[in-house]
């Protein structure tokens, strides 16, 4: 069965740089939604989409930005990057009339330098 | 705010037998979803099995069973005859109605699973 997909898997930025993460959901998945894993962490909720527009929005900072295409894919756009950054990032989407039951994709490792 | 609590940071268990994982959760809201996810070492999230608030039969699935209890506001999972592939992070969650869609996690459980 098609799975989530997030590319790139493993990205290295240095401080201050600007990094791009994809997501490519489910066919037929039209909520997407953004977490955020530090290590030793549980996920946090960064934002979701709905249908192309923003659903929902957690603590996602002001420097990251999110949008969903017609396509349906999703990115994640962060600037002037922090150490703090460094987590897993992942992309989960979920069909209509789910019960929020959401499948995550591998996530994408973003380390910054 | 919606919380999980899991509160055994570690638990292990010896193969083929069973253990049980505590969640337990905090809600204002009277319809809500809960489910328990395993993070392997590869550290992919994977749906484990899912309860929805207003069902009073406990979900199941093959060896993943829950006890559910609305009121005490406990959500345990347990894993009979334990495989060596068991091992992993154990996350409970939350999504409730009047929460967007928006996963809640608790802070996980380690199961170590000993040959």
């Known amino acids: 069965a098609a799975g989530v997909i997030q590319s790139p898997r493993h990205l290295i930025k240095e401080k201050r740089e600007t990094a791009t993460l994809k997501c490519y959901p489910i066919p037929r998945h039209d909520t997407v939604y953004w977490y955020q894993q530090g290590p030793g962490q549980d996920p946090q909720f960064l934002i979701s989409?709905?249908?192309?527009?923003?659903?929902d929005k957690g603590s996602i900072p002001d420097r990251f930005s999110a949008q969903q295409f017609s396509d349906y894919h999703s990115e994640l756009n962060m600037s002037s990057l922090e150490l703090g950054d460094s987590a897993l990032y992942f992309c989960a989407s979920s069909p209509l009339g789910s019960d929020y039951e959401q499948y995550f994709g591998p996530g994408t490792r973003l380390t910054v330098t | 705010a919606q919380t999980v609590t899991q509160s055994q940071p570690e638990m292990s268990v010896q193969e083929a037998e069973t253990v049980t994982l505590s969640c337990t959760y905090d809600t204002s809201e009277s319809d809500y979803y809960l489910f328990w996810y395993k993070q392997p070492p590869s550290r992919q999230m994977i749906l484990v099995i899912r309860?929805?608030?207003?069902?009073?039969q406990n979900a199941t699935e093959n060896r993943f069973s829950v006890n559910f209890q609305k009121a005490a506001k406990s959500f345990s999972l347990k894993i009979s005859d334990s495989q060596l592939g068991d091992a992993a992070m154990y996350f409970c969650?939350?999504?409730?109605?009047?929460?967007?869609?928006?996963?809640?996690f608790g802070e996980g459980t380690q199961l170590t699973v000993n040959p």
């Open positions: 309860q929805e608030a207003y069902k009073q």
């Open positions: 969650a939350y999504v409730g109605e009047t929460s967007g869609s928006r996963l809640t």
């Open positions: 989409f709905y249908e192309k527009m923003q659903s």
